[in-house]
């Protein structure tokens, strides 16, 4: 498809497991985001890519986070032991430019993660 | 700290009427900042942008304003209709080697026949 492709739509984990999710920015996007959306919340910013580069990653709210794009397309978020707060939606955004331009995010429709 | 606070936190309204959603903020120093609308179990949709210049844009029936000397935009939308339930975020984007966006928490819209 033309638009972010987000898998999976939905994650269940148990506390504790580890997680990897996956993302497919829109094909030549520069920008690539990921944010993290609580129940009635609006986005907070995780990390943001400039091709592969990881030029932010102020968001990522502890060590257990990591997330690459290793060939400046496709990019990974994973979360290493699990924890309830993790809980969330996981959405992920690509741009066609640079962040410094005015070009919108066009956004997937987020993983849902429930950790029991 | 940047902030983006929006009201109401949710509204409803009849269909056919009209309404308008308030966004303040404290980004510094500002770039530009846009509206997006998300749908339910969707991710958030651009509606427009504006840069410091702009003080509306319009798309279809949805018409933004922006005063940056109050740092105040606000989201109109006329003639609703039900599909246009969904929540409506505002997005500021500061400026400065590259760009950090800071979201609204969102306005919740339910459109009702």
């Known amino acids: 498809g033309a638009g972010v492709s987000q898998s999976p739509r939905y994650k269940v984990a148990k506390r504790g497991q580890d997680v990897a999710l996956r993302c497919d920015p829109i094909s030549g996007h520069v920008s690539l985001f990921w944010y993290q959306q609580a129940l009635g919340q609006g986005p907070e910013f995780l990390t943001y890519f400039q091709n592969e580069a990881q030029l932010d990653k102020s968001g990522l709210p502890s060590d257990r986070f990591f997330a690459e794009r290793p060939e400046g397309s496709v990019s990974t978020l994973k979360i290493q032991r699990t924890q309830q707060e993790d809980s969330a939606v996981y959405l992920c955004?690509?741009?066609?430019?640079?962040?410094?331009?005015?070009?919108?995010?066009?956004f997937g429709d987020g993983t849902r993660l429930s950790i029991l | 700290k940047n902030q983006v606070e929006q009201s109401p936190q949710s509204l409803i309204i009849l269909e056919g009427k009209n309404c308008t959603l308030q966004c303040n903020y404290t980004v510094s120093p500002f770039s530009n900042l846009r509206w997006y609308k998300q749908d339910t179990g969707r991710g958030p949709v651009s509606l427009t942008i504006?840069?410091?210049?702009?003080n509306t844009k319009s798309n279809g029936r949805y018409t933004a304003t922006l005063d940056a000397d109050t740092k105040q935009s606000s989201l109109h939308i006329t003639a609703s209709q039900l599909s246009d339930s969904a929540s409506y975020i505002c997005?500021?984007?500061?400026?400065?080697?590259?760009?950090?966006?800071?979201f609204g928490t969102g306005t919740k819209l339910q459109v009702i026949p």
């Open positions: 997005v500021v984007s500061a400026s400065g080697g590259y760009q950090k966006v800071t």
């Open positions: 955004a690509s741009s066609l430019g640079y962040l410094g331009g005015n070009q919108p995010q066009h």
């Open positions: 504006m840069t410091f210049s702009e």
